[in-house]
């Protein structure tokens, strides 16, 4: 069975521009994840979604925004990109109810 | 909010040895999860081993095992007969129950051990 997978892998940005990262779940998992993890530090939570809905949301402002589709994958926007951006993108699915979220290999974001 | 603390940055042991990273945690809540995650040089986070906080009795998956102390809030990972294949940067991490699933906080992560295993 496929992981989950994120794509693109690594990505170069201009300060101002907007990105667009996404992800495929696990079969079979409902609740998609994000996290912004910089380099030398622990991921930090971004967004949480759980059947399609929002369920719950990180300390990052509105320039941060996501959904999730019918199908559970998943969209993490980022728009008017500043330095402070580049970052390790982490996508992680799970079953829900605290079963273990499973992690993609990441986006590597460079904004220039 | 909920706080994880990982006091030693870096560790580093001989093969073979059995090596212990520390972990604790602040909460209000009485519900909850915890979990070590494995990041080596790759980035690809991977679950090493899962806690329900309601659960007295302590998770092992092979050589990794923990010692899950409620009261004190501690949460310490053993790796027993330790390989190479071992280095990585260890986090442990946090999430609350969530009634109608999903997590609504996701994972709260401590800033990690990074740890060598010496050939």
């Known amino acids: 069975d496929a992981g989950v997978t994120q794509s693109p892998t690594h990505l170069i940005k201009t300060r101002g521009q907007h990105v667009t990262l996404r992800c495929s779940p696990i079969?079979?998992?409902?609740?998609v994840s994000w996290y912004q993890q910089v380099l030398g530090q622990g991921p930090q939570f971004i967004f949480q979604?759980?059947?399609?809905?929002?369920?719950g949301r990180g300390n990052f402002p509105d320039r941060f925004s996501a959904r999730q589709f019918p199908n559970y994958s998943s969209e993490l926007n980022v728009n008017a990109l500043l330095l402070g951006d580049s970052a390790l993108y982490l996508c992680?699915?799970?079953?829900?109810f605290g079963g273990g979220a499973f992690f993609g290999q990441g986006t590597r974001l460079t904004v220039v | 909010a909920q706080t994880v603390t990982q006091s030693q940055p870096e560790m580093s042991v001989q093969e073979a040895e059995t090596v212990t990273l520390s972990c604790t945690y602040d909460?209000?809540?009485?519900?909850?999860?915890l979990f070590w995650y494995k990041q080596p040089p790759s980035r690809q986070m991977i679950l090493v081993i899962r806690?329900?906080?309601?659960?007295?009795q302590n998770a092992t998956e092979n050589r990794f095992s923990v010692n899950f102390q409620k009261a004190a809030k501690s949460f310490s990972l053993k790796i027993s007969d330790s390989q190479l294949g071992d280095t990585a940067m260890y986090f442990c991490?946090?999430?609350?129950?969530?009634?109608?699933?999903?997590?609504?906080?996701?994972?709260?992560f401590g800033k990690g051990t990074h740890l060598i295993i010496q050939p």
């Open positions: 079969s079979g998992h409902k609740s």
């Open positions: 909460t209000s809540e009485s519900n909850y999860y």
């Open positions: 806690q329900e906080a309601y659960k007295q």
């Open positions: 979604y759980y059947e399609k809905e929002e369920r």
């Open positions: 991490a946090f999430m609350k129950h969530d009634t109608a699933g999903g997590g609504a906080d996701g994972l709260t």
């Open positions: 992680a699915s799970s079953l829900g």
